[in-house]
């Protein structure tokens, strides 16, 4: 079921001086900013040649990564996320497993218009984990 690591998420406090420091330290492309508000996140990506690191932002009082960057101030790695042919049954195999599938259980649009799932840390060796449809 699993693919490839589609990309590594990063919470931060300042989205621009955490680009800039991968751009200028790093040497790396960065993505345009753009605001997520159905996810309450800013993101920005940074290209690799084998995978994404995508960097993340709270956007608005209830941003789902606040209480993270409150027990992470410095930033920290927040996801990963995974991707895999068939976002549904993917879903159906890992509910029948057991694993615990946060919000509604349905796929939402995520940041690259791909549905995308998000599954319970507690199941997948305390790391927030993503499924994006490939
Ligand atoms: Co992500």
Redesign the pocket.
Same mark, same amino acid.
């Given at each position: 079921m699993i693919g490839r690591l589609n +990309?590594v !998420?990063i919470a931060v406090k300042d989205i621009d001086a955490a680009a800039a420091t991968y751009q200028n330290s790093l040497g790396a492309s960065i993505s345009e900013k753009v605001e997520q508000s159905e996810h309450g996140v800013s993101t920005i990506f940074i290209e690799l040649p084998n995978t994404k690191i $995508?960097l993340l932002e709270p956007l608005g009082e209830d941003s789902p990564i606040n209480k993270f960057l409150e027990r992470n101030p410095d930033g920290g790695i927040h +996801?990963i996320?995974y991707e895999v042919d068939d976002i549904l049954k993917a879903r159906d195999q890992l509910l029948k497993e057991g694993a615990r599938v946060l919000g509604s259980g349905e796929p939402k649009i995520? !940041?690259h218009g791909k549905p995308?799932l998000f599954l319970h840390p507690k199941d997948f060796c305390g790391t927030l984990t $993503?499924l994006e449809e490939a």
């Open positions: +990309h !998420a $995508e +996801h996320c995520g !940041a995308v $993503e």
